[in-house]
Structure formats: C-alpha cells, structure tokens
C-alpha cells in the first residue's frame, strides 16, 4: 500500500501543557482510521495538525511526502476536505448554497458553475428535499449531514472528519458512516462509539496520556483491558446472532 498521510513525532502545545508528544501515524491510501479516546485526549487537535489547519510545535506531517503545512491553502484544500465538530455557517445561506462552497477550491475567483456537484452531494446523504431549505431551519443533525455533502462536493481525496455522528439518530449514524466507507476515500475521524469505529473503519487509533497509545485492527486494538484502562469501562465482545459481527458490550 501507498503512505497518503503521515505524521512523524508530532507534538502539540496548548501554553505550557503539552497535549500530544511523539505521536506517529501513518494511514495509506483509501485507508479509514478512527481516532478513539476519552474526551479531551487530543484528538480533534490531532485532526486539525493532520488537515493543515494548525501545525504542530514540533514534528511533520506529510501528504504524499510533501509537507501539509508547507501547501498553499487552496491547494490543500484540493487535497483535504474538512468537516470539524463545532462550525457554524451563516444562517442566511441556503443548503445548496452551503454545499456549493465546497467547490470554491476549484473555481477561480470569477468563475461560476451549476449546483450539480452540490446537488450531487446531497443525493449521496438523501438530503435534496433540504437544498432550498435555510441553514437556520436545520437540527443539529440535518446541519451535520449537509457539512458532509459540503465535503464530498470539494471532491478531496482526503476525508478529515470531527464526531461526524454527532446529534444524528441512530439510522442516520449507521447511514452516514456507510456511505463514507463505500466511497474509496483516505479518511481519518474521531469516532466516540466504539462500536461504529470498529464496524466501519479499517484500523483505529487510541489516543490517551498525551499519545498514541495504540493502533491496528479494531478486533486487535480494542481489547477488554485496553478499553478499562483507557475509558474506564468493562466490555466484552459478544457476536450478533444473525450476522456473526462482532459487538462491544459495555458494562460501565
């Protein structure tokens, strides 16, 4: 497999506290990896160095082997799509309207172009009825789906996602996620259910005291000592009777 994004001992400062130190994370091509971990573990601060938005105090990442922070913005953002926890777009914009900025990175300054790519989008989520819906009339969750379509419709090849199931019900986490992993994109996500991060991602990633604490395939990496010691909870693995899937039930 290729490498597509790679930091190499990362470390973030917030003042005087370090928040990461030593962190190393490789993730291949149309590869999805969870970030999983105990709130306030770092691990939107971790997203934010891997997508170019703030660079780290010490250490690399790179985008096939160029370094993210070196990119102009517009270029990075031709490469990474981003869709963070607590954005608020302007409320006077319509959904379509919302959607459509995605393409800003491929169209000069006075060019135009039909909502296709936008309209698109929101297909892909089962959200064209909201197009000429105002972004102030959306839940939470309808908000949080939309930024999504905003991100497929940039068409980066890089997919970095903060709690994307937030605020959505329970059919519409499963549904979102789905369609994430049947889109062949490298995606990186902070996941807080450990049982969507193992159904619907590759390998995931621990963070905790201020690192990586560790990484692989879920059924490896999420094991009953690791998560006690981690989230402070029991769990024990048990098989859907209809499917054979591996389940985490958690006994907290």
Not at 185 to 199: E, M, P, Q, S, Y
Request: proline share 6%; with cysteine.
């Amino acid at each position: 497999m290729t490498t597509h994004l790679e930091a190499t001992a990362v470390e973030c400062r917030r003042g005087r506290s370090t928040i990461l130190s030593g962190v190393d994370l490789a993730v291949d091509v149309g590869e999805r990896v969870a970030l999983v971990g105990p709130n306030g573990a770092g691990k939107s601060t971790l997203l934010r160095v891997l997508a170019g938005i703030d660079a780290p105090h010490a250490g690399s990442v790179l985008l096939r082997g160029t370094r993210v922070h070196d990119m102009r913005s517009r270029d990075r953002a031709r490469e990474i799509a981003v869709v963070s926890q607590h954005e608020l777009p302007p409320a006077d914009l319509l959904v379509r309207e919302l959607v459509a900025l995605g393409r800003v990175p491929h169209r000069s300054p006075w060019s135009s172009e039909p909502d296709d790519h936008a309209i698109e989008a929101l297909d892909r989520l089962g959200l064209r009825a909201f197009a000429d819906r105002p972004v102030d009339r959306l839940s939470g969750g309808e908000l949080r789906r939309v930024l999504v379509a905003r991100a497929l419709a940039q068409e980066a090849p890089v997919l970095v996602l903060d709690e994307p199931t937030n605020h959505l019900d329970l059919r519409h986490q499963h549904e979102l996620l789905g369609t994430v992993r049947d889109l062949g994109l490298t995606v990186v996500a902070a996941i807080h259910d450990l049982g969507l991060a193992a159904r619907y991602f590759d390998r995931v990633a621990v963070v905790h005291d201020g690192g990586l604490v560790a990484q692989g395939d879920p059924d490896d990496v999420l094991t009953t000592d690791l998560v006690q010691r981690v989230f402070g909870v029991r769990v024990a693995r048990v098989l859907h009777p209809e499917t054979g899937e591996p389940h985490l039930l958690v006994d907290p």
